[in-house]
């Protein structure tokens, strides 16, 4: 097999001492921390200890009892190493399934550290290293989303983060609503986007006792791109606040939120006098990795706020696309289309994003973060009990999850800030959006007709294997059994997602009048790739991955095809 021809400069090979390598390459310097790590804390408890004593004596130690325990733990702990011996093996370059990957070493040792010592990021008296760092890592976050000073905090996952940005959006929304009822007010949408400053000068001017909570007459309602996540009918459900009363915006042909769509959309709730939640774009869908035309959407909503001193909340779901921010500022830019490049630039304009470190970020799980441009939105509705610190400083009166741990944290801080020193994010992040051109280039020399869909702005690459077949239906349907083959054989492992007519007509449409395909069916099946391993391609693989899978592809293709 052809080895692939891939220049490594210097700075490339540093970003590789960031991972542990699929046949565990690193594994001497990583053995060499972990040491370090457990001796430290042995060290750091037995100097703690002062007059406490041995409480474990040797002579504990020799009884039968003890012993016969001991063994019993080594025991299960051999099983559960064995068991886990069959786990998905994420780290390999032929795993492109799914959204993780390889585990970047600073973030898995800063991981330990903080499991090591048990932090709970309720609160400082909880967790005194711990709460700082998640305040530092924050910080790296928020210049990551383009935030001059971003506030906010670590959650277990995106679902989290979103669920938290509702919160908020739903406690503003009805604090105006009850000022502007108070007002005198009554165009609910101009009062659902008063702003801080229309809503402080009604309280000044009448008294917070004046303002009394009422109800809207009309449900509000929440804008987001047809190729949403599925958190957000999610989380509007359980906020109470209905799945029916989430708007999906159209999509253009190329998957992406149609800003004509979203126009048209507002002008409407501002004709029918509907309350207004929000806006929700996204940087980085699950199916195919579209960044939603961001810069578009944020000169939208200015046209239904200008000269208003109105706010509109403008949130960006980035839990996978927002690492490829990083791009922005590096040389490695040059992997970015222009228009791809303007709307992760455009992510500062957002007034909170969603962030998940355990994606692209390369962090263990859980990792996810909510954080708001304005410290006014995110502090909105504080819950605290009688034995935990009280104030602004103390995030966990804020956040929806109670105790949290800080590994999370820890682990994107001392991940971000050991590749500080060599734009590590942008340059493996660069390397997978050259492996996903490469692994495309490969299967477009297949003798199968493969179909390409538009919207695939990060590393995400989903085709479709049309064989010779005329209608969606039969193409769907030897897509499906190819995903199946490919599962059985363990050769790679893949994932696949299906588009739907509801969501995605024009891309569905424009891809079937490419193809020449008779659009007999309501969805489309796509075979998906997600190429974030960063040792996908290496001059020093024996392996050339996109030519072995591309043949691979081609192989289970032709196989069924011909059965």
Known sequence: MKKIDLHCVPQDVAVKSFFLGPSAENREWITSQVTYILNSWFDWRKNFSGGEGCLISDSDKAVSEFKTQQKWSEDVIASLVKRFESEIPKFSPRYIGHMFSEISMPALLGHIITLLHNPNNISSEASTVGTEIEKEAIYFLSELAGYRQGTGHFTSGGTVANFEFLFRARERLFNWLNAAAAAGEKDLFAASIMG???YNAIVD???QDKIKKVHPTKAPVLLVSSSKHYSWPKGMHYLGLGEENLIYVDLDQSGRMSVVDLYEKLKFLQQENT???????????TELGTIDPISEIADVLKKFTCGKDGHIWFHIDAAYGGFFRSLVKAESAANLDTATFKNLLSMSEADS?????????YVPYASGAFICKNSEDYFIKPFT????KSDRHNLGNFTIEGSRS???????????????????????????MLAKDIFKKALQKNEMKILFPGGQDTNILCFSVVAGFKNLSQVNSLNLRIYERIAEEN??????????????NLMIHNSCMKECLALDSEEMVLLRLTLMNPFII????????????????NHVAYDLNHK
């Open 196 to 198: 801080w400053s229309k």
């Open 205 to 207: 001017s009448l008294g």
């Open 275 to 285: 309350p207004l939640l929000g806006v929700v774009g996204i940087a980085g869908t």
């Open 353 to 361: 994003v969603t962030l998940d470190p355990h994606k692209l970020g």
């Open 385 to 388: 009990g009688p034995y935990i």
């Open 406 to 432: 800080a590994a999370g944290a820890v682990a994107t801080y001392t991940s971000m800030k050991c590749f500080q020193g060599s734009d590590g994010y942008a340059r493996i992040l660069a390397r997978t």
């Open 491 to 504: 050769k790679y492992w893949i994932s696949k997602t299906t588009l739907t007519k509801h969501h995605f």
């Open 538 to 553: 290496s001059k020093e693989s024996p392996v050339d991955h996109a030519t072995r899978f591309a043949e691979l592809i």
